[in-house]
């Protein structure tokens, strides 16, 4: 399958191994946390040898970037515009109340999937898809959540679940 076909497919796919993900989160938290960081970070390096985010861009095309206070005022001083102009043009507070881009597709994805503010995209952009971590199994749940948007992590959870289970 190639990978746009894998993209269309994420999210069905993610619903239909929920069960299955949910059972390797649980294995994997009777883990060590390091063994678990191994795991994931070793799939991680040959999932990312396979998939070029360039390829997809996925994540930019549907999931608006939590944005911290330092990434604001990096990103609105480096399109040279105020914070409360940044603000009032490209984010908004989500239902959890925290700050998230306004627009999705995200406004500086371009149509070859490049990053018009790459040098200084938020630092959620910086470690997505957060598979490359320490301490994952802090973040297993929203991992999980992520194989619904990411063809990499859904690739990473396969394979996983193929050793582990």
Do not use: W
């Not at 990978?3 to 619903?15: D, K």
């Not at 059972?23 to 040898?49: A, G, I, S, Y």
């Not at 994805?109 to 952009?125: G, H, Q």
């Not at 320490?134 to 619904?148: E, F, Q, R, S």
């Amino acid at each position: 399958m190639d990978l746009q076909e894998e993209i269309r497919q994420l999210h069905t796919q993610a619903v239909q191994k929920r069960k299955e993900h949910l059972r390797l989160v649980q294995q994997l938290k009777k883990m060590k946390p390091f063994d678990v960081d191994e795991l994931f970070h070793t799939e991680h390096e040959t999932v990312f040898e396979e998939i070029d985010c360039l390829d997809c861009g996925n994540c930019c095309r549907t999931t608006p970037a939590l944005l911290l206070y330092e990434d604001i005022s990096t990103i609105s001083k480096h399109l040279r515009m105020s914070a409360a102009k940044f603000m009032d043009e490209y984010v908004r507070k989500d239902e959890d109340g925290d700050f998230v881009f306004k627009h999705t597709p995200c406004s500086f994805l371009n149509d070859d999937n490049y990053c018009s503010i790459y040098e200084v995209r938020p630092n959620a952009c910086r470690e997505y898809p957060h598979t490359h971590q320490k301490k994952m199994t802090k973040i297993l749940d929203l991992t999980v959540t992520n194989a619904g948007i990411c063809p990499a992590v859904a690739r990473i959870l396969d394979r996983l679940e193929e050793t582990l289970l």
